[in-house]
């Protein structure tokens, strides 16, 4: 079945520091796929998506890019900060009319 | 923002118990739909809900589960004997159109049955 699947958290960090966080993928046929981030007593928010192989979705500084030879959508930013602590959800999303599948979540903890 | 609101943010419950899951969708969104997920664990998809009827549901959600939009602005989640494994966060979400892109979230409750 479709699936997905996250590096293990937590993951600590100073302030400045290099972020990855690693999301491999099994499903059949071209999923969408999208990062989903949670803040402290918030609900789940679409962080960025891509929609076919080799698209990169970026937003606040983050990027993934949708590599379909190694089923990944690895998570990367160059200098995280503080605000940037939450957990982080990796999903994809068979077609347009179907459920989102997520992954387990990795917890990024920033200190500075 | 236009936001989903979840009440209560915590439930606890006895097993055997019922409970109802509140949550309060955008006010304009046509598709609803629950997920949980249980501690240390992935978020699991439950139900999803439009034009007053159940779209599509998972094997968790057996007849123990039932969702309802009973007056056009609140849609709940019952579990109607809970058990200890429906422990878990449970998170609403709504969207004016399908697909994942327009998904927002609520806060989510947690759930604890003891």
């Known amino acids: 079945g479709n699936s997905v699947t996250q590096m293990e958290g937590p993951v600590t960090l100073s302030e400045e520091a290099f972020l990855t966080i690693n999301c491999t993928y099994t499903?059949?046929?071209?999923?969408?796929l999208f990062w989903y981030v949670q803040y402290p007593g918030e609900g789940l928010q679409l962080l960025l998506k891509a929609t076919k192989a080799d698209d990169k979705g970026s937003n606040k500084g983050f990027e993934a890019t949708y590599r379909k030879e190694t089923t990944s959508f690895h998570l990367e930013k160059g200098s995280v900060q503080v605000s940037d602590s939450a957990v982080y959800f990796c999903?994809?999303?068979?077609?347009?009319?179907?459920?989102?599948?997520f992954g387990p979540g990795t917890s990024l903890s920033v200190i500075p | 923002e236009p936001e989903v609101t979840q009440t209560p943010s915590h439930q606890v419950t006895q097993m055997g118990q019922e409970v109802i899951l509140r949550c309060v969708p955008i006010?304009?969104?046509?598709?609803f739909y629950w997920y949980r997920q249980i501690l240390g664990q992935k978020v699991e998809f439950l139900v999803s809900f439009y034009n007053n009827e159940i779209s599509e549901k998972s094997e968790i959600f057996d007849d123990q589960f039932s969702v309802e939009r009973p007056d056009g602005s609140n849609f709940t989640l019952k579990i109607r004997s809970t058990k200890l494994e429906d422990s878990a966060m449970y998170f609403c979400a709504s969207s004016d159109e399908q697909g994942a892109e327009k998904l927002f979230f609520g806060s989510g409750t947690q759930l604890s049955v003891l």
């Open positions: 499903a059949t046929g071209y999923p969408s």
């Open positions: 999903a994809l999303m068979k077609t347009s009319y179907d459920k989102v599948i």
């Open positions: 006010s304009n969104h046509l598709y």
